[in-house]
């Protein structure tokens, strides 16, 4: 199935350098940007190239225990190796849809000492779960199930430039 053209390469290149911009004079003296595999590997690694600032990088992993949708019991399949205590961390991630993974993640490195903001690309705030503040976003999208641009659906799709969504 071909996805609807949603956002194309040049609009998400062009809400990349405006994010990087402001994450750039938010963190004049650099961060630590930690991305969510595997969704958010395309975003992360063009985000923290037009930063501006210092950019530590690593990664998690997050096993969430879902059928279609998150249930929130969640843990991480593979912890980030930097340490973090009173560290500005950049949690990084593709999209927001109940918001569940995040504000665990939110919790679990707030936990470890860490002063944590969120980034998302894609915000798909209709079936939020939980109240979420997000510091950084990219776009806000209905919903659709997206994929494209290192989001998945059952693994294909995630090497395509562009974001667009699958007819139901
Ligand atoms: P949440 O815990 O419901 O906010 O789940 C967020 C995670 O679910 C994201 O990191 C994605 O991996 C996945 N996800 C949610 N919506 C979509 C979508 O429309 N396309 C692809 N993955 C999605
Ligand atoms: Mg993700």
Redesign the pocket.
């Given at each position: 199935m071909k996805p609807i053209p949603l956002l194309t390469e040049s609009q998400i290149k062009e809400k990349i350098q405006e994010l990087a911009g402001i994450i750039s004079s938010d963190y004049p003296d650099g961060l630590i940007a930690i991305g969510?595999l595997k969704?958010a590997f395309i975003f992360m690694s063009d985000l923290v190239r037009a930063l501006q600032v210092p950019c530590n990088c690593d990664f998690v992993k997050v096993a969430?225990y879902k059928g279609k949708?998150?249930s929130g019991k969640i843990s991480l399949e593979l912890c980030p190796s930097l340490s973090i205590f009173k560290k500005k961390v950049l949690l990084v991630?593709?999209?927001?849809?109940?918001?569940?993974?995040?504000s665990w993640l939110k919790g679990y490195f707030s936990q470890k000492g860490a002063e944590v903001k969120v980034c998302c690309l894609l915000d798909?705030p209709s079936?939020r779960k939980v109240d979420l503040s997000l510091d950084y976003t990219g776009f806000v999208v209905e919903d659709?199930?997206?994929?494209g641009y290192g989001?998945?659906?059952d693994e294909e799709y995630r090497s395509l430039p562009y974001i667009g969504y699958l007819k139901e």
């Amino acid at each position: 199935m071909k996805p609807i053209p949603l956002l194309t390469e040049s609009q998400i290149k062009e809400k990349i350098q405006e994010l990087a911009g402001i994450i750039s004079s938010d963190y004049p003296d650099g961060l630590i940007a930690i991305g969510v595999l595997k969704g958010a590997f395309i975003f992360m690694s063009d985000l923290v190239r037009a930063l501006q600032v210092p950019c530590n990088c690593d990664f998690v992993k997050v096993a969430s225990y879902k059928g279609k949708e998150s249930s929130g019991k969640i843990s991480l399949e593979l912890c980030p190796s930097l340490s973090i205590f009173k560290k500005k961390v950049l949690l990084v991630e593709d999209i927001v849809d109940t918001g569940l993974t995040l504000s665990w993640l939110k919790g679990y490195f707030s936990q470890k000492g860490a002063e944590v903001k969120v980034c998302c690309l894609l915000d798909k705030p209709s079936k939020r779960k939980v109240d979420l503040s997000l510091d950084y976003t990219g776009f806000v999208v209905e919903d659709h199930f997206v994929v494209g641009y290192g989001l998945d659906c059952d693994e294909e799709y995630r090497s395509l430039p562009y974001i667009g969504y699958l007819k139901e």
